[in-house]
């Protein structure tokens, strides 16, 4: 497998995913604006989907990964089989378990993270239904989980990569059709987010028909736990589950700080989060995807010599990509900003004010995607705790600086504080890679870096000179020229760019690897 294009072609759907996203937001403002019910509605979601993130993603993925890679290594298709069978039947019963109870016991769960919707009744009534009628979108998206697991571990990665996209697709449907079709027009979105679940599950099933992995529920719920499979990753899960819950704690942190801190500090830090996440997934993500079923079915081989040329690929490439983006989102945050949201009610102040915060991301972007680079090649070892262990750290070292920077920076110290945090983190991860002899760097690192530097310096200074020849505020009224003159700026950094790592000896080539 050509690893090289297999990462074009994730990063290539997760950009659909990406764009696609920010369209569906864009119509929902549009549809609805911002209301007690549109409250209403993210607060609905906001259950089910934190509990998606807590286990039905990143956790069990973690977990899961690698043990089904050992499996197909070492015991056959058979065993593999059964492990997939055991594991759907757990994850699914546990999941309509929690469905229902969520279902039952919506109003109180309400009560406890929004009591203040309770002022309006009739939205708060709105809310209990809608997530009443999205708690069922949780044992969807653990089926998604699975499948992506499955399918990635068989080295298929387009199809979990594109699968996000169709939950984007239901919200447009819905903000453009739907919503003229029903009395109380803001229930569309809950009717997209279960339409959109399930289209999830349907496109993941003929592929894993085609390798054999369609998954068998039983409908005895405790036949999954007598998998020592099962149990083993079970165990596995509770460290990453908690690694993601402090995540989670500090982005709420985080929000609480910049909502006390001035009108709009919450809504500059969520539209600076979104434009980081554009490299992060198509980069990080995908790298991760990418290398979590390569480094686990080296582990299982026991195979240390490719295990560590993986890892080596997979860091070059993750400093070749994501320097000249963290460099060019210091430099151009200003443009991606007004040509991004500079519309309607976003006014020239709000620029700047999310600009800040960009810029401050930008200066942990590597840090950032260098953590999904190197804690994959601890959960191919089935080394769940060590990540959890630094990354709670992490969360402790984070509040501390925002001590420091927030009073310094306001929200754009927040960024920082997140940023910094993650370069922290990937130096940990990376330290404890090297001390137990799981990674040994391969020759060319210090000349690597130099024309690295090279490159981004003359890049950065001309994407920094050419943004600084407009006016991004007011080419608002020309908004086509203000969209071609971004684009062409990025198009010319990078040709820049990649220009110059040619003069110094780059090609292609170099970066080619295939995994055995």
Known sequence: MNLLKTLAAISSMTMLSRVTGLLRESLFARAFGASAYTDAFIIAFRIPNLLR??????????????????????????????????????????????????????????????????????????????????????????????????????RQFKIPAFTPVLLNLSFIFASLVLVHYLDQPIYAMAIAVCVGGLLQVGIQIPALIKIGMLPRISFNPLSGLRDAGVRRMLKKMGPAVFAVSAA????????????????????????????????????????????????SKASA?????????????????????????????????????????????FTA??????????????????????????????????????????????????????????????????????????????????SGLRRRGIYTPQAGWAVFFLKLAVAVSVMGAVAWFSQAQFDWAALRARPLLRMAALFGIIALSGITYFGVLVGLGFRPRDFKRRAK
């Open 248 to 295: 989670q704690i500090s982005l709420l942190i985080n929000t609480s700080i910049a909502a006390s801190l001035a009108e709009g500090a919450v809504s500059a830090l969520q539209y600076a989060d979104r434009l980081m996440e554009f490299p992060t997934a198509m980069l990080g993500v995908a790298l991760g995807t990418i290398l979590l079923p390569s480094l």
């Open 53 to 154: 993130r807590l286990f039905a993603e990143g956790a069990f993925s973690q977990a899961f990964v690698p043990i089904l890679s050992e499996y197909k290594t070492q015991y056959g298709q058979d065993a593999t089989k059964g492990l997939v069978d055991h594991v759907a039947t757990s994850l699914v019963w546990a999941t309509v378990l929690t469905s229902v109870v969520g279902i039952i016991g919506a109003p109180v769960l309400l009560l406890m993270i929004a009591g203040g919707l309770e002022r309006n009744p009739e939205a708060f009534d709105a809310s209990v239904l809608m997530t009443r009628l999205m708690f069922p979108y949780i044992a969807c998206m653990s089926f998604v989980a699975l499948a992506g697991g499955v399918l990635n571990t068989w």
């Open 349 to 430: 102040a709000a620029i700047t004010s999310s600009a800040m915060p960009l810029m401050a991301y930008s200066a942990g972007l590597v840090g950032i995607i260098l953590v999904k680079t190197l804690a994959p090649a601890f959960y191919a070892r089935q080394d769940i705790r060590t990540p959890v262990r630094i990354a709670v750290g992490v969360l402790v070292a984070t509040q501390l600086m925002n001590l420091v920077f927030v009073p310094l920076f306001g929200v754009a110290g927040l960024a920082l504080s997140i940023g910094l945090g993650a370069c922290i983190n990937a130096a940990f991860l990376y």
């Open 301 to 345: 081989e026991n195979d240390t010599h490719e295990y560590s040329s993986l890892l080596n690929w997979g860091l070059r490439l993750t400093f070749l990509l994501a320097l000249p983006s963290a460099v060019g989102m210091a430099a151009m945050a200003e443009p991606l900003i007004a040509t991004l949201f500079h519309y309607g009610k």
